[in-house]
């Protein structure tokens, strides 16, 4: 199973980013998906997740900022980011478990600057 995430960059508070993560190597209609952030210095926090069935759910800081969508047939998942503040800033990864394991992306670097 492999996960090649995209989509990071500099952008400026407020800014609008967008991620996304294509998967091989599973069955990806039955996998759920999840973004994870690590912020510098801190640990990898969940950001959000999508179900198998689409379902998604958000932590906190993020509701209302951030959407997770997936695209069965081109197999990515995706990360909307809008209205970012500067503790958006990190890491993300994508992220699945099947097979009894957990699947990482390789990280995307996401910097907002005030």
């Known amino acids: 199973v492999q996960l090649q995430a995209s989509g990071g960059g500099l952008v400026q508070a407020g800014g609008s980013l967008r991620l996304s993560c294509h998967v091989s190597g599973a069955n990806f209609r039955l996998i759920d998906m999840d973004w994870y952030r690590q912020p510098q210095g801190k640990e990898r926090e969940l950001v959000a997740s999508?179900?198998?069935?689409?379902?998604?759910t958000y932590e906190d800081s993020v509701k209302d900022r951030f959407t997770i969508s997936r695209d069965n047939v081109r197999r990515t998942t995706a990360l909307q980011m809008n209205s970012l503040k500067v503790e958006d800033d990190g890491v993300y990864y994508c992220?699945?478990?099947?097979?009894?394991?957990?699947?990482w992306g390789q990280g995307t670097l996401v910097t907002v600057s005030s």
């Open positions: 999508i179900s198998s069935g689409g379902q998604p």
């Open positions: 992220h699945t478990r099947t097979r009894g394991r957990d699947f």
